[in-house]
């Protein structure tokens, strides 16, 4: 019995182990809405491998933040892509940026200030 929950610990240990391994292979940022308006926000990882979406769709008040994690890069920066649209239908407007190179705590700020594409 001893065994068994010598070889359990040791399991639990690694697994601990592998996911503080994995937090330190990322940098947190911080996603601002720079406006008065509120946006509608997605993030995408561009150092992940396909890159992934860190945030779905989210509302962000006026000059508000979200704190989000992401990959580091070979170069031990964060790489995002994000896009916005205003939440207001009767004066749509959208945004987007790509944002290399970001160290630790960096903050990004979104924003919808011009008019939609109508494609």
């Given at each position: ?13 690694l ?14 940022i ?25 945030v ?37 407007l ?26």
């Amino acid at each position: 019995m001893k065994l068994r929950k010598l070889r359990v610990f040791k399991a639990g240990a690694l697994v601990f182990a592998g996911a503080a391994a994995l937090a330190d292979d990322g940098v947190q940022i911080k996603i601002i809405n720079d406006n008065t308006s509120d946006i509608i926000v997605t993030v995408y990882d561009m150092n992940s491998v396909p890159p992934r979406v860190v945030v779905t769709g989210q509302r962000i008040n006026g000059f508000s933040s979200v704190p989000i994690t992401v990959t580091l890069g070979g170069d031990g920066k964060a790489h995002v892509s994000w896009t916005a649209i205003s939440v207001d239908a009767n004066s749509r407007l959208c945004g987007n940026a790509d944002r290399p190179a970001l160290d630790s705590d960096t903050e990004v700020h979104t924003y919808a200030k011009t008019p939609c594409s109508s494609n």
